[in-house]
């Protein structure tokens, strides 16, 4: 259960009657949001219902069209972030924005970095970081490279830059979304430090329990419009469901009705040639099965998918697709094989952000659109990609409407509906769900259970322990790099599964 509210607070931020349009689409409408010091103030709603773009709007990246917004008393109207930032209003974004080729150190001040004459003090800046590191406990070098470093690590970073700003309003949007267990318990201390020290947070998560146990109020969004705004004490996970979705939520999950049937994928041995990695993994799935892979961070789930679809080489091991050999040496001919992977990192390899709904929903598939004469079937691609948007309820104003402009919910349907079109005989989905909101994941859900019901067969890699218990038929758990156990889903629990998933660390 949330803090209880710090005696001293104040209210830092009020922004009212905020909106913001885009060609084809109304973002925001006359949304309000107030944050009091000492106070973590989360912001639900589901993907599109205008979180983020409250919060560009706030921190420069975009202008409103109309609305109010005060910050410490005063009317503000921020041109660029760096402004928002000098002016104590920090935010740790989801899609990390670090320098790779750079340190540490070189990251945190970047763009402010501290002089001695018109050099670099490079002394003062490693203390500088360290003195903050050691305040947040946080344990990496500074002079590291920021490219050896682990998506967490990161993270991390992110939330020391965000401190050494010493700024009032600290936005975090999805800051656990790449983190463990261990690393979020982490997270949640620097957290309390923010709060002690005055800092209102606002929280953007789909995680229910997160915001259950770390904040003090809660805003709701709906289509761009203020719904409400509650205390966290006294409120229920159903309530909050049903203001973010307009509906009750009866169910998380839809009911199961597939039976699987004969085998049609043996993989047998499989070892990935550069280690550490996966070593001797053996399973079979079946037609019309949802095969749940669970493993703790680091326990090399994603290998599995990429060593089978061939964008990670294989050292030894077969994969028989219908007792035929499958060599898928590259994505290509795993796609012509009859697979599919729905990748993890969706904004760095899953979707081309710049471009259109239409080239992201049809790029696996652009040899079925060529015709005898070798030239492009317009009415063929834009029947597919119609396909794509009204069979996978995709939000947008148009098929030619840029991909990166949609919410993160979207950008995932058009991803599945894009491998869709290959009609696979093998869907991978890695963390299909992660980021996106539960309106929209039951929508996924129904999307897998229709197609087991059409015999493919599906493997779900997944953090999320109640979506495997919920819409698997079996799991796999991997442990360092090898099957620790394969259990049926109606027979285990989520004990079992984290003791096999610690059993060969």
């Known amino acids: 259960m949330a803090v209880q509210q710090h005696q001293d607070s104040q209210v830092l931020l009020t922004m009212t009657n905020v909106s913001k349009s885009f060609p084809g689409v109304k973002a925001l409408d006359k949304a309000n949001l107030t ?37 410490l008393d005063k009317p503000v109207n921020f041109k660029t972030s760096k402004e928002a930032l000098e002016n104590g209003i920090s935010m740790v974004h989801q899609e990390l924005n670090l320098v790779r080729q750079r340190n540490v150190m070189d990251n945190l001040w970047l763009g402010r970095y501290p002089l001695k004459g018109v050099f670099v003090d490079h002394a003062k800046m490693y203390r500088d970081t360290k003195a903050i590191f050691d305040e947040l406990d946080i344990d990496i ?21 965000a401190f050494s700003y010493h700024a009032k309003i600290v936005i975090m949007d999805e800051p656990t979304s790449s983190l463990s267990e261990k690393e979020v318990e982490h997270l949640f201390k620097i957290i309390q430090k923010l709060k002690d ?34 205390p966290v004490q006294g409120a229920t996970m159903d309530g909050i469901v049903a203001m973010m979705v307009g509906r009750e939520l009866t169910q998380r999950f839809p009911e199961k009705t597939n039976t699987p049937k004969e085998v049609i994928l043996k993989v047998e041995n499989l070892t990935a040639l550069n280690q550490p990695s996966i070593q001797d993994v053996s399973f079979e799935l079946r037609k019309g099965e949802i095969l749940g892979i669970a493993g703790l961070v680091g326990a090399k789930r994603t290998d599995i998918v990429e060593t089978i679809f061939g964008v990670r080489e294989r050292k030894s091991g077969t994969v028989k697709l219908h007792d035929k050999i499958m060599k898928n040496r590259t994505a290509l001919e795993a796609i012509n094989n009859g697979f599919a992977l729905v990748t993890e990192e969706r904004r760095s390899t899953g979707i081309y952000s710049n471009l259109s709904i239409e080239f992201n929903s049809l790029i696996s598939n652009m040899k079925s659109y060529i015709s005898k004469f070798g030239l492009l079937s317009n009415k063929k691609m834009k029947s597919d990609t119609q396909w794509v ?95 620790a156990g394969i259990v049926e889903t109606k027979n285990t629990t989520q004990q079992e599964i984290l003791q096999l998933a610690a059993k060969y660390l």
């Open 141 to 161: 070098d500074p002079k590291e490279k920021v490219a050896n470093l682990s998506v967490s690590q990161m993270q991390m970073i992110e939330i020391a830059k």
């Open 35 to 71: 944050v009091k010091s000492h106070s973590v103030h989360a912001l639900m709603g589901e993907n599109g219902a205008g979180k983020s773009t409250l919060l560009k709007c706030l921190f420069g990246i975009y202008a409103k069209d109309e609305g109010e917004i005060l910050f």
């Open 197 to 230: 020290r005055g800092c209102g947070i606002i929280y953007i998560s789909h995680k229910m329990d997160e915001i259950f146990k770390i904040c003090d109020e809660i805003t709701i969004l709906r289509d761009g419009k203020w719904i409400n705004t509650v």
């Open 389 to 483: 948007i009204d069979s996978m309820n995709v939000k947008t104003p148009s098929h030619s409407t840029t991909i990166g402009s949609l919410s993160g919910g979207n950008q995932q349907k058009v991803v599945i509906g894009r491998w869709l079109l290959t009609q696979p005989e093998i869907l991978m989905l890695d963390e299909p769900t992660r980021g996106i909101d539960v309106g929209a994941k039951y929508e996924i859900y129904q999307l897998i259970m229709q197609l087991v019901q059409k015999d493919k067969g599906i493997i779900m890699i997944s953090s999320e322990m109640p979506e495997l218990l919920g819409i698997t038929d079996r799991i796999l758990v991997m442990s360092n790099g090898r099957v």
